[in-house]
């Protein structure tokens, strides 16, 4: 199942997108892995726990993560996460969101995302993070629409199952049942990643951008004739963009169920650039 946060206007043929992965390509961290603090002062994960996501961060943001890295991922957050009350996670969310992620937002992201809407284009965020952290992120960015990771709830805490993961191949597929259902034209639309774990999706537009790019994405980006982009400027989103206000923390709050489920699982990654112009 998508997580869509709709924009409320019919489908016109000829429409274009631009597609944005969140982690290190819209934000300067890992949206997940920057709550382990919160989640460690709410009594979810403990002080190993806490340890480990630090060091994963580190390697995060100098490396990358491979396939089996990935998978490695998601079966160790289904295991931590089972049990852990789900409006315990919306509130920690909540309240820390603010904190946690207006000051890490890319500078050169926002202006891209700006520029896009400008040309009249719809901006989509598609991550691989759970979607109650990537839609409040998304509603901070003025995004029109979110895909990302579901988590499985019931009876008020997390089963321990995902209910669709959105990662790899999984991207390119969301991209393409949304231009289907909105009437983009994905040979005029744009991409923008920093992972190879997004070559599928970047490949599924006509204009993909690598944006501080693992070795192995920029590897191919320079194989595939890709431009490669560096955002190096994290900003204050309301700072910069005044009109860009953030949503209210009752808002946040209602959107946050599964982020600490996919915090935990990055704890894996520790195994393992120029704005374009715009047509």
Request: charged share 20%; with cysteine; hydrophobic share 45%.
């Amino acid at each position: 199942m998508l997580v869509l946060v709709e924009n409320h206007l019919a489908p016109r043929a000829g429409r274009t997108a631009a597609f944005f992965d969140l982690d290190k390509t819209v934000i300067a961290k890992s949206s997940t892995l920057a709550f382990s603090r919160s989640f460690y002062q709410g009594g979810l994960i403990n002080r190993r726990a806490v340890l480990r996501t630090a060091y994963a961060q580190f390697v995060y943001l100098v490396g990358g993560a491979d396939h089996d890295q990935m998978e490695g991922m998601r079966k160790y957050l289904s295991e931590l996460c089972r049990g852990w009350n789900v409006q315990q996670v919306r509130e920690i969310v909540a309240e820390t969101l603010h904190d946690l992620i207006d000051p890490i937002i890319y500078d050169e992201a926002a202006s891209l995302i700006e520029e896009h809407h400008l040309a009249g284009r719809d901006v989509v965020i598609v991550s691989a993070s759970g979607a109650e952290v990537v839609e409040p992120i998304g509603e901070m960015l003025g995004a029109d629409h979110v895909v990302a990771t579901r988590m499985v709830a019931k009876d008020g805490a997390y089963t321990g199952e995902i209910e669709h993961y959105v990662y790899g191949p999984a991207k390119a597929e969301a991209i393409a049942g949304l231009a289907e259902s909105e009437g983009y034209d994905l040979e005029r639309s744009f991409a923008y990643s920093d992972s190879v774990t997004d070559i599928p999706m970047l490949a599924a537009v006509g204009h993909p951008y690598a944006v501080n790019p693992d070795r192995a994405l920029r590897r191919e980006a320079i194989a595939r004739e890709w431009p490669v982009l560096t955002f190096s400027r994290p900003v204050r989103l309301h700072q910069r963009v005044p009109t860009l206000s953030l949503p209210p923390r009752p808002v946040l709050a209602a959107a946050a169920i599964g982020a600490a489920a996919a915090t935990a699982g990055l704890v894996w990654y520790a195994s393992r650039r120029r704005r374009p112009a715009m047509s």
